[in-house]
């Protein structure tokens, strides 16, 4: 079962219930049902059991979920057991701040290796890492056998260095640049640009 | 037209036509079409045309969408013809970096309070702003009717400053920390959690 065949949507779905479920193991809590965590959500008990379903069968009728069950397959599912190397490129205050937080590793993502193009950054420290010289990103990228990259470079620089990612391998991008970046089919990407989640509500307002 | 008869997936759209076109406009081109654009985007043109069509008519069958007047149309449809007030809670290294950021108000939201409730930030300055005692937040963003908020605090503190927010009158809030919150019907949340878009891409890497 799973593989391709489950819609996108459902998939994109999977890490909102691992974060919450992931939550409510933190608080000692055991048990759950697709109600609560639904209320938790904002989501429908129904959508919540259906889209589980395509993965297998992961509680009871009238028994609920077990939650370090769930977390456990879901963990699985999204192949997060352990955690992808990723590479982070840009370091200015967004990229220092993505630098700096800690809430990646134990959800899946281990930045290990940090790239800029402003000889001013580059060889100094950030927490823990030395800025590389984004010039030897492929190379980098490629000896590491890194397959994850977050892109936090201004817009105009975006498409040239994702290309460069693309020739080193990488498979999955998350673009913070504002502006949209061309792939190839084989590689993925998800776009963090916060003025296209105010638009998407202040369109509702008065 | 338009209201609240559009889908929601719809208006989410918008959102990157808009920035796509204000791009090409920068770039000096005067008209493009929805092939061009949906190349840009990855979305097919009928796509486009067709999320446009709810909205009235933009272009001319043959003669393509002037970009200018679909920039102006789409900034009246998603209400950011003018800039809204924004209020900035939490000023760790994410709301420094988004405090910075000088990418909003091009786009309609001005930043013009923020918050914190670490003593040792509160009365400092960051870029033009002085940090705010977050214990005034809701007198301060009532006395300036401030609309919008960016939730930039950690998951533990998110629900109780959430109901703050709400008390204050916030009718959307942009919510970077880790969690789902609670809020009445009425008001609009969008998530930025790079974990959930990392978890979205792995699941498709072997």
Same mark, same amino acid.
């Given at each position: 079962m799973a593989g391709s065949a489950v819609p996108d949507i459902v998939v994109g779905r999977l890490p909102l219930y691992l974060r919450a479920l992931t939550q409510m193991a933190a608080s000692g809590k055991e048990i759950t049902s697709s109600q609560e965590l639904g209320e938790r959500l904002g989501i429908s008990s129904a959508q919540i059991r259906k889209d589980l379903s395509q993965f *297998?069968?992961? =509680?009871?009728? =009238?028994? *609920?979920?077990?939650?370090a069950f769930l977390v456990d397959q879901l963990r699985r599912i999204l192949k +997060?057991?352990?955690a992808w190397d990723v590479? $982070? @490129? *840009? +370091? =200015?205050d967004l990229g220092r701040a993505i630098a700096h937080y800690g809430g990646f590793v134990d959800r899946g993502y281990r930045i290990v290796a940090v790239f800029d193009?402003? /000889?001013?950054k580059i060889?100094?420290?950030? *927490?823990?890492?030395? +800025?590389?010289?984004?010039?030897? $990103?492929?190379?980098? @990228?490629?000896?590491?056998?890194? =397959?994850?990259?977050m892109l936090a470079v201004p817009a105009r620089d975006a498409q040239a260095v994702t290309d460069r990612l693309i020739e080193a391998g990488i498979r999955a991008i998350l673009c913070y640049a504002p502006t949209s970046i @061309? +792939? /190839?089919?084989?590689v993925h990407v998800q776009y963090i640009d916060p003025v296209l989640h105010l638009q998407r509500m202040t369109y509702y307002l008065g």
């Amino acid at each position: 079962m799973a593989g391709s065949a489950v819609p996108d949507i459902v998939v994109g779905r999977l890490p909102l219930y691992l974060r919450a479920l992931t939550q409510m193991a933190a608080s000692g809590k055991e048990i759950t049902s697709s109600q609560e965590l639904g209320e938790r959500l904002g989501i429908s008990s129904a959508q919540i059991r259906k889209d589980l379903s395509q993965f *297998g069968e992961f =509680g009871k009728q =009238g028994t *609920g979920y077990n939650i370090a069950f769930l977390v456990d397959q879901l963990r699985r599912i999204l192949k +997060v057991e352990q955690a992808w190397d990723v590479a $982070l @490129i *840009g +370091v =200015g205050d967004l990229g220092r701040a993505i630098a700096h937080y800690g809430g990646f590793v134990d959800r899946g993502y281990r930045i290990v290796a940090v790239f800029d193009n402003d /000889p001013a950054k580059i060889g100094g420290r950030i *927490g823990s890492f030395t +800025v590389q010289d984004a010039a030897h $990103l492929v190379a980098e @990228i490629r000896s590491h056998n890194i =397959g994850v990259a977050m892109l936090a470079v201004p817009a105009r620089d975006a498409q040239a260095v994702t290309d460069r990612l693309i020739e080193a391998g990488i498979r999955a991008i998350l673009c913070y640049a504002p502006t949209s970046i @061309i +792939v /190839p089919r084989s590689v993925h990407v998800q776009y963090i640009d916060p003025v296209l989640h105010l638009q998407r509500m202040t369109y509702y307002l008065g």
